[in-house]
Nanobody, 124 residues
């Protein structure tokens, strides 16, 4: 079992920055892929970014590439999402997720461990 706890959400003006954190407990993460997803009101949960813990390989959705950066801290068992140049359309609940699978890593269904989410609101 992996327990995930997100933090760092809040209210920010357009153009601003936030850093989300996801602290993992219960397992070492060397076998896992960590993902960030988001869900806006009335919309489906969508992929944002992922990192393969062992290699540090990263991937981003087109909507955030160049603005967001995912990273991990081995010593703290924590994954981060640095969000810069935020836009009102980035407003959503952001969720951290984990999986040991290596296929379809942009799909919600691939991940079997989830945090409870942290709200990000970007005002115009």
């Amino acid at each position: 079992q992996v327990q995930l706890l997100e933090s760092g959400g809040g209210l920010v003006q357009a153009g601003g920055s936030l850093r989300l954190s996801c602290a993992a407990s219960g397992r070492t993460l060397n076998s896992y892929v960590m993902g960030w997803f988001r869900q806006a009101p009335g919309k489906e949960r969508e992929f944002v970014s992922r990192i393969i813990w062992s290699s540090g390989s990263t991937y981003y959705s087109d909507s955030v590439r160049g603005r967001f950066t995912i990273s991990r801290d081995n010593a703290k068992n924590t994954v981060y999402l640095q969000m810069n140049s935020l836009k009102p359309e980035d407003t959503a609940a952001y969720y951290c997720a984990a999986t040991v699978r290596r296929d379809t890593l942009t799909s919600v269904r691939t991940y079997n461990y989830w945090g409870q989410g942290t709200q990000v609101t970007v005002s115009s």
